[in-house]
């Protein structure tokens, strides 16, 4: 995978701990990719402290990559010393169980090569059960794949040093938003995630994802949609806490105490600007093309289609509008007598029965909303997401 003369193009950097078995399938994969691509890649693997002898295995199995025994568990953020090492024009991030496919390589580079202010290119993320999953956000990184110019990683340092795992991408996002890097997502480019569960901690991963989020917020957004999104966050990841039962509970409120007080320490505050901002939520681009929307097919009432991460900008659109949101139409965080703002919370089914001009697909994130619309509109209701490409030029014409 490396060639000791001459500058590899690509690096493949993975952060993993005490997942040896899953991670040698991936390297094996990584070695295939190596032979048939052309390319002149390295890896890059941080073992974070792993017991189960990952180490000892990479070096008997695959000689050629460059392994790095940390002392401790550092996380995914554990990248960082990869980065510290890496060589390639190009790096790519990946779980210790995911991969990309051969010819995603080869795309990733000349989408780079023709755009110089890409600064990082996402991959679309295929599972096991052949579904797909993207970032909650289409301008947020993913972990499990996405290339990066390594020029822009080193202009705006890397991942946070304090974050462990969960929505480190999220902070590193907004930082090349802020420098002005575009971060692109291309259907083209494909990644196998084998979503391995051994080792995963799922009490952990619910106190980090909202110690993390309430970082995020604090520490990069506009000071006037800090309290609005940091309370948003908060009331969602506590609803997705409390469906897993009291552990989980307990486990969130440990993550919102460590949080604020992360939030309140001296340097925390990092404010990104107002474009940036709106690279990211897109809450101008919402409330235009809802409008759109509102004159094209002369909407008065509305659902919105999920109670996702980036639902406020969809709210205060509609509020703007003067349309009434007859209720958030999600599944999985319905609840009796649950409300967001004053509107019910309610199962897709229940939601189905109301009368109402369209349902409005109130989630941003590029796999989830396509799934979404296409089991909504299966019912025959005028289905809208306002950034998809077909239904986007028939609200313009």
Same mark, same amino acid.
């Given at each position: 995978m490396e060639n000791a003369c001459v500058d *590899?193009? =690509?690096? @493949?950097?993975?952060?993993?701990?005490?997942?040896?078995?899953?991670? !040698?399938?991936?390297?094996?994969? !990584?070695?295939? =990719? $190596?032979r048939r691509s052309g390319l002149i890649t390295e890896t890059i693997v941080v073992d974070n402290a792993s017991r189960d002898g990952t180490a000892d295995a990479i070096q008997a199995a695959f000689p050629q990559v460059q392994l790095i025994r940390g002392r401790r568990n550092l996380g995914a953020c554990a990248k960082n010393a990869g980065l510290a090492r890496a060589r390639g024009e190009f790096v790519i991030f990946l779980d210790d169980d995911s991969f990309p496919t051969v010819g995603s390589v080869r795309r990733m580079v000349q989408h780079f090569f023709a755009d110089p202010k890409l600064g990082a290119a996402v991959f679309d993320v295929t599972l096991p059960d052949g579904s797909h999953e993207s970032s909650a956000y289409p301008s947020v990184v993913i972990g499990c794949g996405t290339g990066f110019r390594r #020029?822009? &990683?080193?202009?705006?340092?890397?991942? *946070?040093? $304090? @974050? @462990?795992?969960?929505?480190?991408?999220?902070? &590193? #996002?907004?930082r090349l938003l802020e420098n002005k890097w575009s971060i692109q997502r291309f259907e083209d480019l494909r990644v196998n995630h084998l979503k391995t569960p051994t080792s995963r901690i799922p009490t952990r991963t619910t106190r980090l994802d909202m110690r993390n989020n309430l970082m995020v917020v604090t520490r990069h957004f506009p000071r006037h949609w800090v309290l609005p999104f940091a309370m948003d966050w908060v009331r969602r990841y506590w609803w997705m806490a409390s469906a897993k039962g009291k552990r989980h509970q307990a486990a969130a409120l440990r993550g919102i105490f460590e949080g604020i007080a992360r939030s309140i320490l001296p340097g925390h505050r990092k404010p990104i600007g107002l474009a940036a901002f709106e690279s990211f939520a897109m809450v101008v681009a919402i409330r235009r093309r809802l409008n759109q929307a509102v004159h094209a097919h002369r909407l008065r009432s509305i659902v919105l289609v999920d109670l996702g991460k980036n639902l406020l900008p969809y !709210? &205060?659109? +509609?509020?703007?509008?003067? =349309?009434?949101?007859?209720? =958030?139409?999600?599944?999985? &965080?319905? +609840?009796?007598?649950?409300?967001y703002h004053?509107?019910?919370?309610?199962?897709?089914? $229940?939601?189905?029965?109301?009368?109402? $001009?369209?349902?409005?697909?109130?989630?941003?994130? *590029?796999a989830h909303a396509s799934g979404r619309a296409d089991t909504w509109r299966r019912h025959g209701r005028l289905v809208i997401d306002l950034f998809e490409t077909a239904e986007t030029l028939a609200i313009a014409a």
């Amino acid at each position: 995978m490396e060639n000791a003369c001459v500058d *590899p193009l =690509i690096t @493949f950097l993975i952060s993993t701990c005490n997942r040896r078995d899953v991670l !040698l399938r991936t390297l094996a994969e !990584l070695r295939e =990719i $190596d032979r048939r691509s052309g390319l002149i890649t390295e890896t890059i693997v941080v073992d974070n402290a792993s017991r189960d002898g990952t180490a000892d295995a990479i070096q008997a199995a695959f000689p050629q990559v460059q392994l790095i025994r940390g002392r401790r568990n550092l996380g995914a953020c554990a990248k960082n010393a990869g980065l510290a090492r890496a060589r390639g024009e190009f790096v790519i991030f990946l779980d210790d169980d995911s991969f990309p496919t051969v010819g995603s390589v080869r795309r990733m580079v000349q989408h780079f090569f023709a755009d110089p202010k890409l600064g990082a290119a996402v991959f679309d993320v295929t599972l096991p059960d052949g579904s797909h999953e993207s970032s909650a956000y289409p301008s947020v990184v993913i972990g499990c794949g996405t290339g990066f110019r390594r #020029s822009a &990683l080193a202009e705006v340092g890397g991942l *946070p040093t $304090d @974050f @462990f795992m969960q929505a480190e991408e999220y902070d &590193l #996002s907004l930082r090349l938003l802020e420098n002005k890097w575009s971060i692109q997502r291309f259907e083209d480019l494909r990644v196998n995630h084998l979503k391995t569960p051994t080792s995963r901690i799922p009490t952990r991963t619910t106190r980090l994802d909202m110690r993390n989020n309430l970082m995020v917020v604090t520490r990069h957004f506009p000071r006037h949609w800090v309290l609005p999104f940091a309370m948003d966050w908060v009331r969602r990841y506590w609803w997705m806490a409390s469906a897993k039962g009291k552990r989980h509970q307990a486990a969130a409120l440990r993550g919102i105490f460590e949080g604020i007080a992360r939030s309140i320490l001296p340097g925390h505050r990092k404010p990104i600007g107002l474009a940036a901002f709106e690279s990211f939520a897109m809450v101008v681009a919402i409330r235009r093309r809802l409008n759109q929307a509102v004159h094209a097919h002369r909407l008065r009432s509305i659902v919105l289609v999920d109670l996702g991460k980036n639902l406020l900008p969809y !709210l &205060l659109a +509609a509020k703007a509008a003067g =349309i009434h949101v007859m209720a =958030i139409a999600d599944s999985r &965080l319905a +609840a009796a007598n649950r409300t967001y703002h004053g509107i019910p919370v309610v199962s897709d089914d $229940d939601a189905l029965q109301m009368i109402f $001009d369209a349902a409005v697909i109130a989630n941003i994130s *590029p796999a989830h909303a396509s799934g979404r619309a296409d089991t909504w509109r299966r019912h025959g209701r005028l289905v809208i997401d306002l950034f998809e490409t077909a239904e986007t030029l028939a609200i313009a014409a």
